[in-house]
């Protein structure tokens, strides 16, 4: 099974499984026990376009639907979660300047990402995280400057992006409605990087502190207006996290490949694992979760690209793929047995890569609270 | 320089293919179609050579509406024009048949575009039957030179100049212009069609030809049939080397070994 796709998205999907499978699965284990950023991976995957991807036709994108995109992540995912995070979190970056930028500066932010760029979206702060709101970062009006100063931390694409949209508080004094959107260039002075996380998944991703000192960037690169900034990035994440629950869904698939490729070889008592009925169901309820998992995720991107109301169809999809993506990899170890356990094998990097999408671009205590609000009302 | 590079779709040569025990054919369904893998070589040492040398590409296949999808993958990954010569049944047609119908495509896509084709390539084989004639066939149909198993090729002072694989090392030809050569894996792998490629590439014509004239095959298939499975070895065993090799003896002699 998988997302009902055009034709032209079939033809596509078929090239990114081909570059995946030669690519991008072997060649990121050793990415992963590293730790290092696959750079030759990501530059010929650029080389591809597949940053790309989310970019509007009009701004010379593919010109894809969401359900498309997303089957085409998906497959990054089945390859390596990192790689598809990377990609992803770069899509994550453009959403702020879609939403609530000017033109000049979406011109401007796509043509960096088709010219092989990455994005990276800085909210979370050390003491800002799930209460995104409380974050000390500050922009002060200088002129036609805004100067900024803060430490963002946990950044995907930290210190390989070209551009950053960055939450700063332009009036300290009234809370989430004194925070701004700001678009940062690569290489503007005061622009640093600190510590880079030493990450137990998708280690393939490049993530690390964001630090800004006395950064001074032209009063134009003020995302919207002044006062919005908290509302463009919960919007922003409203879209962004129906992409985890995708890249989520893809680890849950690798699992399954995983487990039923290794389910029909081993041989115990006889006969291969897998004609155990006790493991068949194990595979099927994997299949169920994953696959109602990822109908969650396009009912979620439909209803974007529709321009229907998606929060709480967003927040199930994430939380709910982030889930099963943990138990249906920690199922495929189980069918691997003793196997499954070494870091020979492939399912128990699946486990580590699976856990971030439970916490990152808000918990999945959050995602809770999100639907929850929006079933029941306040 | 112009170029034609003749690409022939086949099932995909990294799947096992078995015999359909009902129709005593290759089972097929479900394997996905794609690019001979010795034609991507070709149309990528033509990419390769536009690249450095100018020109556009031609990329032709004799099939049936299928192989449309065959040519836009060529037309992401270098081709300029992609022609298709329709022919409902081009799977039961032996070398030389197809080598025909290419001879007058050749005359026909050169009528079109206005232009003399300086090279063309085929690859050394196909990755289903693997006859390794339709090039040579091809070559001299049209009397042109013929180089077989070729790594690299350039044009130099109005000739091609050729590095041949053999079986021993390789072999420097020097050819007149135009020839054909059958392209041999060299040491880089074909490129990736890129998303905006692919994309342009499916909004492009793929123009249709016809093979005019009745062709008939020369070659007859009688049968096909699978490789006989191995079966299970015997392992012996014995206190010593002597008992082992006198069981092993004997054994080849009940199977008619000696």
Known sequence: ?378 | MEMLVCIKQVPDDSVEISLDLGTKEPALIGVTPVVNAFDTYALEMAARLKETFGGEITVVSVGNDEVKNSLKNCLAVGADHAYLVKHEKSESLDPCGIANILKKAVHDIEGELETKFDLILCGKESTDYASSQVGLLLASKLRLPVATNIIKVEPMDGIMRIKQETEEGYRSIEAKTPCVVTVQKPDYDPRYPTIKSKMAARKKEIKELSPSEEVSSMLEVIRVFEPAKRVAGIKLKADNEQEVVAQAMSVMTAAKVF
């Not at chain 1, 805004?146 to 300290?172: H, P, Q, W």
């Not at chain 1, 699946?350 to 999945?364: H, P, V, Y």
Request: proline share 2%; with cysteine.
């Open chain 1, 1 to 378: 099974m998988a997302y009902l796709i055009s034709e032209e998205a079939q033809d596509l999907l078929q090239d990114v499984k081909t570059f995946c499978e030669k690519e991008v699965k072997e060649q990121c284990k050793e990415y992963d026990a590293s730790g290092d950023w696959p750079k030759n991976i990501y530059e010929k995957a650029f080389e591809q376009g597949y940053q790309a991807l989310e970019v509007p036709e009009e701004y010379g994108g593919p010109g894809l639907n969401r359900v498309d995109v997303a089957a085409l992540i998906e497959q990054m995912a089945i390859a390596d979660a990192g790689f598809a995070t990377t990609i992803s979190a770069s899509g994550l970056a453009l959403k702020p300047v879609l939403i609530a930028g000017s033109k000049e500066q979406k011109e401007r932010v796509c043509e960096l990402v088709l010219e092989g760029g990455l994005g990276a979206f800085c909210l979370t702060e050390p003491g800002a995280g799930s209460d995104a709101g409380a974050g000390k970062t500050t922009a002060v009006k200088d002129g036609d400057e805004y100067i900024l100063n803060g430490r963002k931390c946990f950044i995907t694409n930290g210190e390989v992006a070209s551009f950053y949209c960055v939450t700063a508080m332009t009036d300290k004094t009234i809370g989430v409605k004194g925070m701004s959107m700001f678009l940062v260039e690569a290489g503007t002075p005061g622009l640093s990087t600190g510590k880079e996380e030493d990450k137990m998944g998708i280690r393939t991703s490049n993530t690390c502190d964001v630090v800004m000192e006395d950064l001074r960037i032209p009063a134009s690169n003020l995302i919207g207006e002044e006062g919005k900034g908290f509302s463009i990035a919960m919007k922003t994440l409203d879209q962004a996290r129906t992409w985890m629950g995708c890249i989520a869904a893809g680890i849950a698939q690798r699992g399954i490949d995983e487990a039923v490729t290794y389910g029909k070889e081993r041989i115990q008592f006889g006969k291969p694992v897998i004609k155990n009925q006790a493991l068949q169901f194990k595979v099927a309820d994997m299949h169920i979760k994953t696959e109602t998992a990822r109908q969650m995720v396009a009912h979620a991107l439909t209803r974007m690209d529709m321009g229907l109301s998606y929060t709480t169809e967003s927040a199930v999809a994430k939380c709910y793929a982030s889930d099963i993506a943990m138990e249906v990899a920690s199922e495929a170890i189980q069918v691997f047995g003793g196997y499954g356990y070494s870091r020979e094998y492939p399912v128990e990097k699946l486990l580590r890569d699976a856990k971030i999408f439970q916490i990152f671009e808000g918990t999945n205590e959050i995602q809770r609270m999100v639907v929850a609000n929006n079933v029941i009302g306040r």
